[in-house]
């Protein structure tokens, strides 16, 4: 089969033609976190600041003439402030490693009609752009912003460094709560171990009445639910149950109806749980303020030699933190890492 050299004028043509969708191809590799777990996914430009008033309750008593009590105020503002940070994606390669054939039969994926060729220029830069979704992924929960390490993990702040601020704000406490301290939970050692199980019943059912009213979602790994469905084999002396009847107990056990569980990847291993409002959880990204979402640029003294960059904004917030919306538990949990097919390490120089 003849081979053509796919050139930097061709990814750079492609890069300017394909530019749009290029710019929401990181959307298609979040759907998961918007679809799975409830999150909002836009592009932002800049700050978004939201507003949460709290009315103070309990305001009537009984009159007594000639006796008057203020309350001395009337509510509270609580504002939750999304604002995308500047990130940034630079590969470096050489233009010989990219060639293309001629199409002489029937191919899985689809050539271009008019050229008989394989579209290898635009999957190269579709390839750049989907794992950068994938590295935000995987981020999301997780990633803490340091600007002294290259790293997804570090590009921009994630849900749970978030968490850990609002609790030492005091936002989030057990005097607020909405901070269950739970322990950790282990796997029974035994056929009478059901303590798993329960634990996650009190957490459960120890939730805002309200926050439970309408239903709400509970962030879970799989396998804290492990632990949970065994212990919970010994509670009914049945090592056959199901996923659907242990969180059929659960509801019922904990008066919650309407708890809907979802899980990811992305979400990482252990024991954190998060029952939370559908919503409750924004990414934003800024797409839209570069010229040129992927730049193919020839930079290098080597003219083979390609520079792909691309730089964006992104942030992620909590809307609010009230019981009534949102209840943790003490746990943390770790992350794991499925950004693209491999990863490249630093290699230790030959001896010679």
């Known amino acids: ?21 290029l710019r929401t191809l990181p959307f298609f590799s979040l759907q998961e976190l918007a679809t799975g777990l409830g999150v ?11 507003t949460n008033r709290r009315r103070i309750g309990a305001l009537i008593g009984a009159y007594v003439q000639g ?23 630079a590969l470096r390669d050489n233009i010989q490693n990219y060639k293309t054939k001629k199409i002489v039969g029937n191919v899985i994926a ?16 579709e390839d750049v752009v989907l794992t950068i979704g994938e590295d935000i992924l995987f981020s999301f929960f997780f990633g803490e ?4 390490v290259k790293s997804p993990q570090t590009a921009f702040t994630g849900i749970f460094p978030l968490l850990d601020k609002f609790v ?3 936002l989030i406490s057990a005097a607020e709560k909405n901070l269950v301290a739970t322990g950790a939970f282990k796997t029974p050692g035994d056929d009478e171990d059901t303590d798993a199980y329960y634990k996650a019943v009190e957490f459960l059912g120890s939730a805002d009445p309200l926050l439970k009213r309408g239903g709400a979602m509970v962030y879970h790994t799989n396998d804290w639910l492990r632990k949970v469905k065994r212990a919970y084999m010994n509670v009914v002396k049945n090592h ?78 909590i809307r609010d ?16 890492s499925l950004s693209g097919d491999y990863i490249v390490t630093a290699q230790e120089p030959d001896d010679d």
């Open 1 to 21: 089969m003849a081979q053509r050299l796919i050139t930097i004028d061709d990814l750079r043509n492609e890069a300017k033609n394909y530019d749009g969708i």
């Open 40 to 50: 909002n996914i836009f592009d932002q430009q800049g700050e978004d600041v939201i």
């Open 67 to 89: 006796k008057i009590d203020y309350n001395p105020e009337l509510g509270k503002i609580v504002e939750m402030s999304l604002i995308p940070k500047l990130v940034y994606a």
């Open 110 to 125: 689809a050539p271009d009609n008019k050229a008989k060729e394989h579209p290898l220029e635009q999957q190269i830069l």
């Open 145 to 148: 912003r340091d600007e002294t």
């Open 168 to 170: 030492v704000k005091g």
């Open 240 to 317: 056959k149950v199901t996923n659907v009847e242990v969180w059929d107990a659960l509801r019922d056990d904990a008066f919650f109806p309407g708890l809907d569980p979802r899980t990811h990847e992305a979400y990482g291993t252990g024991d954190k749980l998060m029952v939370l409002k559908p919503g409750l959880l924004d990414l934003g990204m800024d797409s839209q303020s570069a010229a040129q979402f992927v730049e193919v640029r020839n930079i290098y003294e080597d003219p083979n030699e390609v520079q792909f960059w691309n730089q964006f904004g992104v942030g992620t917030r």
């Open 321 to 336: 933190v009230h019981r009534k919306v949102l209840m943790v538990n003490d746990q943390s949990n770790s992350g794991v």
